[in-house]
């Protein structure tokens, strides 16, 4: 235990929130802001929830310049985190795979809005102008419930 | 009585009970940041390999011995490979085949460091650039792969290997291997 | 001898939280009069005991007592006074300190500012919030003591605050955020005492109105200043990251606009009563979901405070009792709370309920996006991350049937209406919207996106039907500047905070969209062209401090000819600690912000540095702070303070 300990620490030690910049030469401005993108989407294996580009541990460094690399040989924005993927995993990408289990992800908040405006148009029936609406706001001897009857029971013995 | 207003309690509960494993789980000194290899099941990566000693070109064929090995990952630069570095010895000595990899490192400061603290690998590949690394999804050192006699990965575990991991962790998915050759 | 008096304090509060608890509620449920009159002073006695543990651990700080373990921790003699105070908060000890002091003040406040509420009332909320204080404080007392000793030896200094917390925004940042996830504890307890007594009419619906809305400002600013703060301070222009920490403070916040919105039915129109109690529920549990999440080390985060898994079963269990209890409570007596609702289809009321439904939906993405990868991973699937790209892509989508409606919703009368009304309107606007939702970023930056276009869509929208209704609401029965002076304060918070709304959807879809960021190798007099921008490097000085050593760059910034601004962006390497921080530096303007960060050295005389354009970034936190400002408008509204208005009847 005490080993696992002092390997984390020295993980976690190597990561800083300021990540070096490095001055690097870009073919045009579209690989320029593909680069960022990249950096910000990939994540960094070693740091407590850092993206690659804002971490200093060494290998996000070595990934910063892997994904500089393959863009500088043409690769897509795909490829390069497709590239990544097969060799840390889906973790190592912040925007989630689309499996039968992340689905979820998706479809839960679908499911709320649905069921939501469901609930609000079936609730609310346009009900009749005039009197009848008048009379189904007030409540009616008919639709009190047991303890409001035995209320309004007491009430009129009271009267008496 | 509106069962429809037991729904939140329920949810709730559902979250508690995913909590309380995973509580449970980091007590026992599971790390929430382990990450599983994504080359499990995968032989090893085809890449230009140098050794470290002799500066010749090693092939994939050296993971291929027709018998469970490890794979591991160090560097000099790493306190905690020092600290599981006496063990390693141990296991070589018990005759488990151990292929070192040098991750990012200076090759003269790993030969020295080997020199003086004994060579329990087989084979020692220099990765100065870390580009096996990154191939394998290494992402700090040190780490062990457990590769079968066909040279394909069935386990990476990422920390020092000692007397507990080997024998609660590894040696279980070694003896395996070792039995299905 | 300090410290001692503050462990002493917090034991005695613990004591005196105990009695709060049982002593009112029970006197409330057999109507015994004397121990419900022991609530108010109670509470009173429980704030002052807290106030001197507090004060004991500032004592500590303010002299360096390094015989304090957490002290030690957190806090070294080089440190500027004020850094050696806001460390009170620095880590999990003290910060919880906070949490239940600020518990106890505004128990302090319900309890001096509740005076037209029935007895009955006032005990059964004083006493719940005290029942709430218990677990705190037997929890600090038990596990996490801030006045530890570090006897029999003691050190000659502390261990340094981490530099990045030395910073003006961190002193008001935690404390901000505590005080409103803890004020949504006074609408909770309103709720629960509701519950407990059955009775639910609007007479509580108004008076958890103010502290509802009291809480919601603090969150609603410590949410902006956390996310400003990680801008200026951190150096990679960056103001929300969707981080674990981040989103608990996220998730309240959206389940307290929708407690806001349902309180408003609820008090004007005695409806969606059993939603407006479950919403306060749900949004103090977020609360303390929050707190759980932060301190359990149950999830990956750059804010997780330092923990261990006991202390996470620990709060667990707190969760357990608080938040299970309280829904059961909703399970078994919810049935009993009766609304009056006769609202039809197409009403306020229903667009107050689909406002709700989308807000609802946008907390179920981030509570969702939070712990999948956590259930995902303990069901063996492996890990995934969740993190910027599925977010914005979600609270696009939801944001924009969003703003429509929220355009459309003050337009639309209570109970009944009609959307004739006002389709020439809504269909002119639409009409506009689509327009300047293409002209205007095709003006101001010369290239669309989707996104880009979209966020200005629902700007524009936001601001078309408010100012619409605006009009509407001022010539209603008088001309338009007449009108404008009698609309009550709660109207202006309104609009206000609606247009707050605008201002920050606004902000994000230029600075997400627009941005552009150059990093460069630059010698001194070398210049790199951004947008209409020219920076140019003057070179770096030496710039030390109290307990930091450090370099200071010069890049003066040009428009054509004219100077723009000269920025100074620092480099500090603080000698305790060993961490290297930016000082990034930033020209701020309504329209844009530039921003300057200092690199390495490159050797032969070139220095990295990080260069930014981005425009209308300030929005973004304008925007929050307009919201804000709604929030105090509606807060100060004349109708909370009829009291005053009695009083003077009643002297005439």
């Known amino acids: 235990m005490q080993k696992i300990m002092i390997f984390l620490t020295a993980l976690l030690l190597s990561c800083s929130v300021f990540a070096a910049i490095d001055a690097l030469n870009f073919q045009s401005a579209r690989q320029e802001e593909d680069y960022h993108t990249l ?13 690659i580009a804002d971490s200093n541990a060494q290998i996000a460094v070595d990934m910063r310049a892997k994904v500089f690399e393959l863009l500088q040989e043409g690769k897509t924005k795909r490829d390069v985190v497709d590239y990544m993927v097969e060799r840390y995993g889906h973790f190592v990408t912040y925007n989630p795979p689309l499996t039968p289990a992340t689905l979820l992800l998706w479809i839960l908040p679908c499911a709320f809005v649905v069921s939501g405006a469901w609930f609000v148009m079936r609730r609310k029936k346009i009900r009749p102008t005039g009197k009848t609406a008048q009379q189904s706001a007030v409540k009616n001897p008919e639709n009190l419930d047991d303890s409001e009857r035995r209320r309004l029971q007491s009430i009129l013995n009271g009267k008496e | 009585m509106n069962k429809k207003l037991f729904l939140p309690l329920i949810i709730f509960l559902g979250l508690v009970i995913a909590f309380v494993v995973q509580l449970q789980r980091n007590a026992q000194g599971d790390d929430p940041k382990a990450l599983e290899s994504a080359l499990v099941g995968k032989p090893m990566p085809l890449r230009q390999m140098t050794d470290l000693f002799e500066n010749k070109p090693l092939g994939s064929e050296i993971f291929q011995q027709g018998k469970p090995i490890l794979v591991n990952v160090w560097a000099t630069w790493c306190p905690t490979c020092y600290a599981e570095h006496q063990y390693l010895n141990e296991l070589a000595k018990q ?27 087989q084979i020692v590949i220099n990765d100065e ?53 | ?20 608890a049982i002593l009112p509620l029970w006197g409330a449920e057999r109507g015994n009069v004397q121990f419900m009159a022991l609530a108010r002073p109670m509470t009173y006695g429980l704030f002052l005991s807290l106030s001197v543990a507090f004060g004991a651990l500032f004592y500590a700080f303010a002299v360096n007592d390094f015989s304090v373990q957490y002290v030690v921790n957190n806090s070294n003699s080089n440190l500027p006074l004020q850094y050696r105070l806001s460390a009170v908060w620095g880590a999990h000890e003290g910060s919880l300190l906070l949490w239940i002091w600020m518990l106890t003040l505004w128990g302090a406040a319900v309890a001096s500012f509740s005076k037209r509420l029935p007895q009955e009332a006032v005990a059964r909320v004083l006493g719940i919030m005290g029942l709430i204080s218990i677990g705190f404080l037997l929890f600090v007392l038990f596990t996490s003591n801030p006045f530890t000793r570090t006897f029999p030896d003691f050190p000659v200094d502390g261990r340094e605050l981490n530099p990045l917390l030395q910073d003006v925004g961190l002193i008001f940042h935690p404390p901000l955020l505590y005080m409103g996830y803890v004020g949504f504890s006074v609408a909770f307890a309103f709720s629960i005492a509701s519950l407990m007594t059955g009775k639910l009419d609007t007479a509580w619906a108004r008076w958890s109105r103010p502290w509802t809305m009291a809480a919601w400002i603090f969150l609603t600013l410590g949410i902006v200043l956390g996310s400003w703060w990680a801008y200026y301070e951190l150096g990679w222009g960056g103001w929300w990251f969707w981080d674990p920490v981040e989103n608990a403070s996220l998730m309240p916040w959206l389940a307290g606009t929708a407690l806001l919105h349902s309180l408003a039915v609820t008090e004007k129109r005695g409806a969606f009563k059993a939603w407006t109690v479950l919403l306060a529920i749900l949004a103090f549990s977020l609360c303390l979901l929050g707190t759980f999440l932060v301190r359990s080390g149950i999830l990956v985060s750059v804010h997780a405070f330092a923990s261990d898994p006991t202390r996470g079963l620990y709060i667990l269990a707190y969760l357990v009792v608080v938040i299970g209890g309280s829904l059961t409570l909703y399970a078994f007596k919810g049935n009993r709370i009766r609304s009056r609702d006769n609202s039809e289809r197409y009403s306020r009321e229903s667009m107050l309920l689909l406002n709700n439904i989308l807000l609802m939906t946008a907390l179920s993405v981030v509570l969702l996006g939070t712990l999948l990868p956590l259930v995902h991973k303990q069901l063996g699937l492996g890990t995934i991350s969740i993190g910027a790209p599925f977010f914005d892509q979600m609270f696009l989508i939801i944001c924009t049937p969003f703003a429509l409606l929220l355009g459309i919703g003050p337009l639309v009368k209570w109970r009944r209406d009609q959307f004739s009304a006002i389709r020439t309107p809504v269909v002119v606007s639409v009409i506009l919207m689509a327009l300047l939702g293409f002209g205007l970023p095709l003006l101001l930056q010369h290239k669309l996106t989707v996104s880009a276009v ?15 209704e605006l009009h509407q609401r001022a010539t209603h029965r008088c001309g338009f500047w007449t009108g404008l002076t009698k609309l009550s304060r709660s109207h202006w918070g309104m609009i206000a905070a609606h247009l707050g709304v605008a201002m920050t959807i606004w902000g994000v879809a230029f600075s997400q969209n627009y941005s552009v960021e150059r990093d460069v190798r630059m010698k001194v007099g070398d210049s790199v062209q951004i947008e209409d921008y020219r920076f140019e490097f003057k070179g770096v000085t030496e710039a030390n401090g109290p307990n930091y050593a ?18 100074f962006a620092e480099k500090r390497f603080y000698t305790v600690s060993k961490m290297t921080m930016t000082e990034a530096a930033i020209d701020w303007g309504f329209t844009r912000d530039l921003y300057v960060a200092l690199g390495e050295s490159l050797g032969d005389g070139s220095w990295a540095l990080r260069l930014y354009y981005k425009p209308f970034v300030r929005w973004i936190w304008f925007g929050g702070l307009f919201m804000a400002l709604g929030g105090l408008l509606c807060m100060s509204d004349r109708r909370y303070r009829f009291s005053k208005i009695v009083k003077e009847k009643t002297n005439e």
């Open chain 1, 39 to 51: 950096t910000q989407e990939l994540r960094c294996p070693q740091c407590q929830n850092n993206n």
């Open chain 2, 95 to 121: 005759n488990v085949t151990i292929i070192g990899i040098n991750y990012k490192d200076q090759s003269d400061k790993a030969i020295k460091w080997l020199k003086n603290l004994n060579n329990p690998y």
């Open chain 2, 129 to 181: 650039k870390g580009a096996l690394g990154l191939d394998l999804g290494v992402y700090g050192a040190p780490e062990t792969f457990v590769l079968d006699g066909n040279g394909v990965i069935h386990y990476r575990y990422a920390g020092d290997v000692n007397e507990k991991v080997w024998t609660q962790t590894l040696k279980p998915l070694y003896d395996k291997l070792a039995g299905e050759n």
């Open chain 3, 1 to 20: 001898m300090i410290a001692e008096l503050g462990n002493y304090a917090l034991a005695l509060s613990l004591a005196v939280s105990v009695f709060l």
């Open chain 3, 454 to 468: 979209l966020g200005v869509m629902m700007a524009v929208i936001i601001v078309l039907l408010s100012l619409y």
């Open chain 3, 550 to 567: 450090g370099g200071k760059a010069q890049v003066d910034i040009f428009v054509g000819d004219k100077q723009e601004a000269a920025l």
